[in-house]
């Protein structure tokens, strides 16, 4: 049956290729031959199209593709009380490439006011019609792990539990200011938990002094204390990423070493689950997923290729998955987002529409 309220059936990530109008603009900007309003203006109408193209393909959801971003997490926090960004001496490190060397850290007491990207919601809620807009931001996990400690000022966060305790009340700051923005639904990006899964990720966290089970503890316990007291009418999701950069990945293996903590005790409405090639592992640890009202959308669909899924391997696929979790609470979605930075990833944007076409085509086959 469909699912009319978030998330859909047919869902996605958030994120879409940057339009060459955009990239050209931003160039522009740049070398300061536009000013901020002048780009601004070509973001607005790449969005109105954006929004009428994902309608025209048949989703219930709708997002801004992030068009006014260059990165999907640095972006946000820029907005943030006591929070700055600065030159790295190096890039994050992807399988066979780095991004542009830049990083955040913590200077200040963490905060949530004024963000600028309430103004982007709002203009995207205006823009929706009868679908729903979807908000997509970093979880909080990614601001305390790209850095760790040595991205906190010693002298603002002497003791970490009271870091911790900033950063749940900053991200619960940021659900009520998007919800009074009239947001219902919004998306949290998460990286850490897949390398919380990855054995190579570990050992580099223990390697700088992180226990990865602490580290997975802690997590939780920042994000519920986020979710604490979230309007009811507000779905929130919790996208786990190995990583996407021009089509290249991070962290590999399957979700079992996290299954139990993530699925069985994190609070939140919906879990958006990396399942689309052989790193991801298998779906048995959807087992912990608890019945009720939580779903589970599978990214099935790559975003890292062009080459498009056969509808009937996807209604294999969430068939299999099927046998570990209730059938009424999965969904099906790309795996990620097309272009989580502005480089985006290595497809075309006629591919892009038809994997977004063979999403809405397979939920509809499956659950109508």
């Known amino acids: 049956m469909p699912h009319l309220t978030p998330p859909f059936r047919a869902d996605t990530v958030g994120s879409f290729l940057r339009p060459a109008a955009i990239k050209q603009a931003r160039a522009r900007f740049q070398a300061g031959e536009i000013d901020a309003a002048a ?12 929004v009428a193209k994902q309608r025209a393909c048949g989703l219930a959801v709708v997002t801004d593709g992030e068009f006014r971003r260059a990165w999907w997490h640095f972006d946000f926090f820029d907005g943030l009380q006591g929070v700055e960004r600065y030159e790295a001496e190096q890039g994050i490190q992807f399988n066979g490439v780095q991004t542009r060397a830049q990083s955040v850290r913590v200077v200040g007491k963490l905060g949530f006011a004024n963000h600028p990207m309430l103004a982007d919601f709002r203009f995207l809620d205006a823009l929706r019609g009868d ?21 906190i000022d010693a002298s603002v966060y002497p003791d970490l539990s009271a870091y911790f305790d900033d950063l749940a009340a900053t991200w619960r700051e940021a659900i009520h200011a998007f919800y009074a923005a009239g947001c219902r639904y919004l998306q949290l990006d998460d990286t850490v938990w897949a390398y919380l899964c990855s054995a190579d990720q570990c050992r580099q966290m223990r390697e700088r002094g ?3 089970q602490k580290l997975a503890a802690t997590y939780a316990r920042v994000l519920n204390q986020a979710l604490a007291d ?28 996290v299954a139990e903590v993530l699925f069985g005790s994190v609070n939140v409405d919906a879990f958006y689950l990396e399942y689309d090639n052989a790193r991801s592992g298998g779906f048995e640890p959807l087992r912990f997923v608890r019945p009720g009202h939580q779903q589970v959308v599978l990214g099935l669909v790559t975003t890292k290729t062009g080459e498009l899924e056969s509808a009937e391997s996807l209604r294999q696929r969430l068939a299999e998955a099927a046998q570990y979790v209730r059938p009424e609470q999965l969904c099906l979605s790309p795996q990620c ?7 985006g990833n290595s497809l075309s944007e006629d591919q892009q529409w038809q994997k977004i076409r063979r999403v809405v085509e397979v939920a509809e086959a499956v659950w109508h």
């Open 210 to 212: 992180d226990d990865p």
């Open 337 to 343: 987002g097309f272009a989580s930075t502005e480089e």
């Open 131 to 151: 679908a729903v807009a979807k908000m997509t931001i970093p979880s909080p996990s990614v601001l305390h792990f790209r850095g760790g400690r040595g991205a």
């Open 230 to 257: 979230k309007p009811a009418d507000m779905t929130i999701g919790l996208h786990v990423c190995r990583g996407n950069f021009r089509s290249t990945w991070i962290a590999e293996g399957g979700y079992e070493p």
């Open 39 to 50: 780009l601004r203006a070509v973001e607005d109408r790449a969005i109105r199209d954006l």
